[in-house]
C-alpha cells in the first residue's frame, strides 16, 4: 500500500538529518493529500451530540487525524494524547499554528518548511516514534477517568499503554465500563457492557433512545 513506501523517522532522527527531515516531509505531504478532505463520520458526530446534551466530561483519543476537532468538540473537552496532524508545531520556539499553510508549502515544492518566526524545525504537533508523551495531556486524561460515572472505550483494541489503562482506572475509581468494538479486547472481563459493533451504529442508536426517553 501507500504507506508501505516509508518507514516510520524517530524524532532523533528528524532532528539530526536533513536526510531523514525530507524523507519525514514527503511522507506528511502524502498524508495531508488523503486528510484534507476527511470528514467526520457517525461516531463522530454522535459523541458531539452527546457533549451538546451535556453527557460529556470528555474525550480521549489516540487518533492523530483531528476528525474529532472537526466535528465540533470542544479544546478544552478534548485530550489528544497522540497529537495531532491539524496543528504544526515549532520544535524550537514551540509556536502552534495552522496546518494548511504549511502543506501548502510543501505543494510548492518546499522540502523542509521552517518557522517562519524564529527558522526552527517545524513538525505536526504529534508523538514521533522516541517522542515522549505530553504529561499535561496525560494527568488530564486519568483525571477524567477517576472522575466520570460512566466510561466508553470506542473503537480500541485497548493494548497501546499508558491509554489502555485509562478505562482500568475509570473501572478501579467506582466507574461502569463499556466497550465497543468489532474485537475483543484484555479488558473485556472488566466491562460492564462488551458490544462488538460499529462505534457509529451504536452509539447512533443510544442517541435516538435517549431523545425519545426525554421526549
Not at 46 to 70: E, P, S, W, Y
Not at 178 to 202: C, M, N, R
Request: with cysteine; hydrophobic share 40%; net charge neutral.
Amino acid at each position: 500500500g501507500r504507506w508501505n513506501q516509508f518507514r516510520p523517522v524517530t524524532i532523533q532522527e528528524f532532528m539530526a538529518s536533513g536526510d531523514k527531515r525530507i524523507e519525514y516531509w514527503k511522507m506528511k505531504l502524502d498524508l495531508f493529500e488523503s486528510m484534507k478532505d476527511a470528514k467526520p463520520n457517525a461516531g463522530h458526530k454522535a459523541i458531539v451530540a452527546i457533549d451538546q446534551m451535556g453527557k460529556l466530561k470528555g474525550l480521549i483519543t489516540q487518533n492523530i487525524d483531528g476528525l474529532h476537532t472537526k466535528a465540533g468538540i470542544p479544546k478544552n473537552k478534548l485530550m489528544e494524547i497522540h497529537g495531532t496532524n491539524l496543528e504544526i508545531k515549532c520544535l524550537s520556539c514551540q509556536e502552534i499554528t495552522d496546518w494548511a499553510p504549511t502543506y501548502e508549502k510543501l505543494k510548492d515544492r518546499e522540502k523542509v518548511p521552517l518557522c517562519l518566526k524564529c527558522g526552527g524545525f517545524l513538525k505536526p504537533n504529534t508523538i514521533s516514534f522516541g517522542q515522549n508523551l505530553i504529561p499535561e495531556v496525560l494527568d488530564q486524561s486519568f483525571a477524567w477517568a477517576k472522575e466520570c460515572d460512566l466510561m466508553l472505550a470506542l473503537g480500541s483494541t485497548l493494548v497501546v499503554e499508558p491509554a489502555a489503562s485509562i478505562p482500568r482506572t475509570a473501572k478501579s475509581n467506582g466507574a461502569m465500563l463499556a466497550i465497543i468494538t468489532l474485537s475483543e479486547t484484555p479488558l473485556d472481563s472488566l466491562a460492564d457492557i462488551k458490544i462488538e459493533e460499529s462505534t457509529g451504529e451504536v452509539l447512533s442508536g443510544v442517541l435516538s433512545i435517549i431523545k425519545e426517553k426525554e421526549c
